[in-house]
């Protein structure tokens, strides 16, 4: 019986193509793009170069500081990433992590000129712990080490593509870079880290300990800790660790005594949003999971819709043969089995469409380097979700029409021409 659904199925959408264009392109198109957000969130979730190790990576971006009111209140509160003093004195000196380092929060834009034209990149300050935890994939060179970061010695790490721009090589190893007032010596030449790469991602990578207004003796400042535990288990003894060593800091006294301070070592961009705000990370996730399913479910719903008023329309037009087939004692649970299985039929059609169309937009998005450095792929967990979306795709915009076709009295049906 399935055999002959399908086949009646694959006449009907050879005798009315109109409609088939419409319902597979509105099928394959709303599937691109659900494959190609997949994707791109697979891609900013991997543990790949340079981020092999960061599933044990935690990381401290906000620290609040505040003042405690009589009422409960807050006053005086302060959101910002930590200075690279606070990382040194209360997160480089915890004991059970196996390394710490302290990279600045938000990337620094600066102008290089070659020939005449300029051209802006990214700079990074961080420590020599930075290359223990991030896997960067050195071409040329090699980073500078703890001993050449102490001295403050004026060194950098630059990409390939700065290297280029600047040298028109990859080995720029000797060669100096302007950065800052600074005369840089470049010591290793990496590859390319895409911007998605959002903690990592830079053109250029010199000493904290080169400029001096990196090494403040404030609390807030602009560098992120990040934490490589020597398993993912340890995570919560971290974590009791930092906190029993910021609750003993001495705070400075502003004379209102009410000074408070909030910090928490987390995963990504968690980190930064439980402090800032003060919620829970379990509520947090649970409304980060609300909102992601019901913007999914709202942007499955549309489509939906209007393959309905689609397939309303083709399956009223074969009315008649409803009506031939229940004269005939088909039960309306076998005609909503017909439509629902061809519903199904070429929604998994207009899914092997949306793959083929991902496929090739993907494949414009490497070539093109639209987003820098930045490879997407699609893997065995987007394949999958995309099925699973066609499927209910399918099911969503065939129900209704196959359940109200089949209500449709025999009489009325066979008067339909």
């Known amino acids: 019986m399935l055999k002959n659904y399908i086949k009646i199925a694959w006449k009907v959408l050879l005798r009315k193509r109109l ?11 709303t599937l691109m793009f659900v494959i190609l957000i997949s994707a791109f969130y697979n891609h900013l979730n ?9 599933d044990r990576v935690l990381s401290l971006t906000i620290v609040r500081y505040y003042q405690k009111m009589d009422d409960g209140k807050t006053g005086n509160e302060n959101n910002s990433p930590p200075s690279y003093d606070f990382i040194k004195k209360y997160v480089k000196t915890l004991k059970t992590p196996e390394a710490v380092s302290a990279i600045s929060f938000m990337p620094e834009y600066i102008d290089v000129y070659k020939n ?17 935890i991030a896997d960067f994939q050195f071409l040329y060179g090699r980073p500078f080490n703890n001993k050449e970061f102490q001295n403050a010695e004026r060194l950098a790490v630059i990409d390939d593509y700065t290297a280029k721009i600047l040298y028109g090589t990859d080995n720029a190893i000797g060669k100096e870079i302007q950065v800052n007032n600074n005369t840089l010596r470049i010591c290793g030449v990496i590859k390319s880290v895409g911007i998605t790469r959002l903690r990592l991602a830079g053109n250029i990578y010199m000493p904290v300990t080169v400029e001096p207004a990196n090494l403040s003796k404030e609390i807030t400042g602009r560098f992120t800790a990040l934490v490589l535990a020597k398993n993912k288990g340890d995570f919560k003894e971290i974590n009791a660790e930092f906190q029993n060593v910021i609750k003993n800091i001495q705070l400075p006294d502003d004379g209102s005594g009410r000074n408070s301070l909030e910090a928490i070592l987390d995963k990504g961009f968690f980190s930064a ?4 705000f003060n919620i829970p990370r379990k509520k947090l996730a649970h409304i980060i999971f609300i909102t992601i399913s019901m913007v999914l479910l709202f942007y499955l719903i549309l489509p939906s819709i209007n393959l309905v008023n689609i397939n309303v329309n083709r399956i009223y037009e074969r009315s008649s043969e409803i009506g031939a087939r229940k004269a005939f004692g088909a039960s309306s649970g076998n005609i909503i089995k017909q439509f629902l299985i061809e519903n199904i039929f070429i929604t998994i059609l207009g899914g092997i469409l949306g793959f083929l169309f991902a496929f090739i937009a993907i494949q414009i998005i490497n070539a093109s380097e639209y987003i820098s450095a930045t490879h997407l792929n699609i893997d065995f967990k987007t394949v999958v979700f995309g099925i699973f979306v066609s499927m209910i795709l399918g099911i969503l915009s065939g129900v ?11 009489v009325n049906s066979l008067k339909q021409d």
Do not use: N
Request: proline share 4%.
């Open 19 to 29: 409609y088939t264009a419409i319902t597979l392109f509105g099928i394959s198109i």
């Open 46 to 54: 991997a543990y790949e170069s340079p981020r092999t190790k960061f």
């Open 116 to 132: 005449q034209k300029k051209t802006s990149l990214v700079l990074r300050y961080t420590d020599s712990e930075l290359w223990s």
């Open 273 to 276: 949003i439980v402090t800032a």
């Open 400 to 410: 209704l029409p196959a359940w109200r076709m089949s209500r449709l009295k025999i």
